[in-house]
């Protein structure tokens, strides 16, 4: 490749990753304007599916791709994963109801999967070594940017246009990524010979939708001991076994078992898994508090959340920088869990009426705490294996977290919809019928839906008790970061 070539696919790989990091935010300042439009009824209660579906997509494609690079080259399969985004992005726009949204963001998202990982492998091949760590900075302030340019874009369109554009804004970004991928990047057709585990791929999302359906449905639409509720559980049950079984017997699993005889990766994997769990409510139901209950435009609710950006920002780069310095990772891990878990129990002390200042505050605290957990753990993993495990590790770790975030978003769906329908003496919310109620009641549902909230955050605030205690169990191998992989830390 000529450096001009270089550079312009440089450049699409950036557009790529913005486009990543643009659509796990984009949505959540649209959902309520969603809601409205297409379910004003019941749709406060389906809005966890909207996040759920796409992360859970995305957690079923993730281990598949790192393996079709090896295939069919990475060129091929960076193309087609923004391809299906693109498509997917397309059918979203133009559903006409819930369920077609989220059976489209379920598209979007196995073209998802591929978008930060693959853009990585791309990335890399297209950066000499000795500068890849200096990409760190460039993570972690494209990771909190994205935390408020994602929300203010949406904003932007539900407020003057629609919130269908919040998906349509995809289309030019992505075929300019294409269009320079395919004239510009030349790289090796791949041609490994690797067997692609499917069926562990089939059963591991089967066992996920199970899973994710108990939590949604159980205590709601069906009764904990109904015969709908035990059969779901017992068929959990058994796609779990199997996928296990599947595991233990195939070629070339997609989650490696034997990864839990490593030290390291036997408390990171859960501990990945617990931090996705517990960070996926704080963007998602804090702009249901600014939009539902204050009342927030939802382009000034994407600027509410520039404290959380600007937190994230300045971790990840400090603590980015000190790793590098030779500053103990595992410390600095400790301290990011005890300001996660801090922040979410001070926003658990959340009312109508908290100023900006005091929820700008604890945001900002929010921020900090999260910009030094996910990328030092993902760091410290790779840190405790060979170079040859590096791939395998990096994928489990990154599984862990987006199927984490998905089971997060559901329980915290259901746990929010629980506590107001028990304060409202089993009655719901309409989200579009809530400004227009009398007085008193809607100061009612207003308090309900608030306490939910403070429910949700209470909820997360425990999670993270026990990742910051599981995290001290941690053992790193290596306090330095290997090389290529220091910029991870940032980036998350």
Not at 12 to 38: E, F, K, P
């Amino acid at each position: 490749m000529t450096d001009t070539q270089k550079k312009l696919a440089a450049v699409g790989c950036l557009l790529t990753l913005i486009l990543a990091i643009l659509d796990q935010n984009i949505v959540s300042t649209a959902s309520v304007a969603i809601v409205r439009d297409l379910d004003p009824a019941t749709g406060l209660a389906r809005l966890p599916w909207l996040i759920s579906v796409y992360a859970l997509a995305a957690t079923a494609a993730l281990p598949l791709y790192g393996k079709l690079c090896d295939i069919h080259g990475a060129k091929r399969v960076y193309l087609g994963a923004v391809a299906l985004f693109l498509a997917g992005s397309t059918l979203c726009g133009l559903a006409q109801d819930m369920a077609q949204l989220i059976a489209f963001r379920a598209v979007q998202g196995l073209g998802g999967g591929g978008l930060m990982s693959v853009t990585l492998v791309v990335y890399a091949h297209l950066t000499p070594t000795e500068k890849r760590a200096s990409a760190g900075g460039i993570g972690g302030l494209m990771a909190g940017l994205g935390m408020v340019v994602g929300p203010l874009i949406g904003g932007l369109f539900t407020d003057h246009l629609s919130w269908r554009w919040i998906f349509y804004v995809n289309l030019p970004i992505g075929l300019f990524v294409i269009f320079t991928g395919a004239t510009a990047l030349r790289l090796a057709d791949g041609g490994l010979r690797h067997r692609i585990d499917y069926p562990g791929a089939a059963l591991v999302a089967a066992a996920a939708s199970v899973l994710l359906l108990l939590t949604e449905w159980g205590g709601t639409k069906y009764a904990w001991d109904s015969a709908a509720i035990l059969t779901l559980a017992a068929a959990g049950a058994v796609l779990v076994a199997a996928f296990v079984w599947r595991q233990l017997t195939a070629a070339e699993p997609i989650l490696p078992l034997g990864l839990f005889r490593n030290a390291t990766l036997r408390i990171a994997l859960p501990l990945q898994l617990l931090s996705g769990f517990g960070m996926i409510g704080s963007i998602v139901y804090t702009v249901v508090y600014l939009q539902v209950v204050r009342g927030v435009p939802a382009t000034d609710s994407g600027l509410y959340l520039l404290p959380m950006a600007a937190g994230m920002t300045v971790s990840g780069l400090v603590s980015g920088t000190l790793i590098a310095r030779g500053r103990p990772a595992k410390t600095l891990l400790l301290i990011g869990m005890g300001l996660a878990t801090l922040a979410m129990a001070l926003l658990a002390t959340l009312a109508a009426d908290t100023s900006r200042l005091i929820l700008g505050l604890d945001l900002f605290l929010l921020g900090a705490g999260f910009g030094m957990v996910l990328g030092i753990v993902i760091m410290m993993a790779q840190n405790a294996v060979p170079v040859s495990q590096l791939g395998v590790a990096t994928t489990s770790i990154r599984f862990a977290q987006t199927l984490g975030s998905a089971f997060g978003t559901a329980v915290f769906g259901v746990v929010l919809t629980r506590v107001v329908s028990a304060k409202l003496g089993g009655g719901s919310i309409g989200v579009g019928a809530l400004r227009s109620l009398p007085e008193g009641v809607r100061r009612r549902a207003v308090d309900a839906l608030v306490s939910g909230i403070d429910t949700v955050f209470l909820a997360a605030a425990g999670v993270m008790l026990v990742s910051l205690v599981l995290a001290t169990l941690l053992k790193a191998d290596r306090e330095q970061p290997t090389e290529g992989v220091a910029e991870l830390v940032t980036s998350g």
